[in-house]
């Protein structure tokens, strides 16, 4: 599987964008996919993740009722909603996918992913 990252840009402190994340292969469904995201100078951190039947979500505290992830299977596609954006959500985004069994427990680990897309720059101006 092979994720193409796209979406992000240049937004104002409490606007919105939506990231989008393309998957190729026939088994996409079958994937728990993830967002992460990487700020200047410091760690990667778990965003948000979806099971692979979309039933499932997982959020981090600090995006928790501001963004939302969605798929479309159809469209071999993962969403990243982004709603009242902050100075601190400037970072490099990336989505992730995997074919293990969707553990909530877990989604929000970076190592349980082997598929990574290449990431999309977000800024947040104040």
């Known amino acids: 599987v092979q994720l193409q990252a796209s979406g992000g840009g240049l937004v104002q402190t409490g606007g919105s964008l939506r990231l989008s994340c393309a998957a190729s292969g026939r088994t996409f469904s079958a994937y728990a996919m993830g967002w992460f995201r990487q700020a200047p100078e410091k760690e990667r951190e778990f965003v948000a993740a979806?099971?692979?039947?979309?039933?499932?979500?997982n959020y981090a505290d600090s995006v928790k009722g501001r963004f939302t992830v969605s798929r479309d299977d159809d469209k071999n596609t993962v969403y990243l909603e982004m709603n009242s954006l902050k100075p601190e959500d400037t970072a490099v985004y990336y989505c992730?996918?995997?074919?293990?069994?969707?553990?909530?427990?877990?989604?929000?680990?970076?190592?349980?992913?082997?598929?990574w897309g290449q990431g999309t720059l977000v800024t947040v101006s104040s």
């Open positions: 979806i099971s692979w039947s979309g039933g499932s979500t």
């Open positions: 992730a996918g995997d074919q293990r069994p969707w553990n909530p427990r877990v989604a929000s680990r970076s190592n349980e992913y082997y598929y």
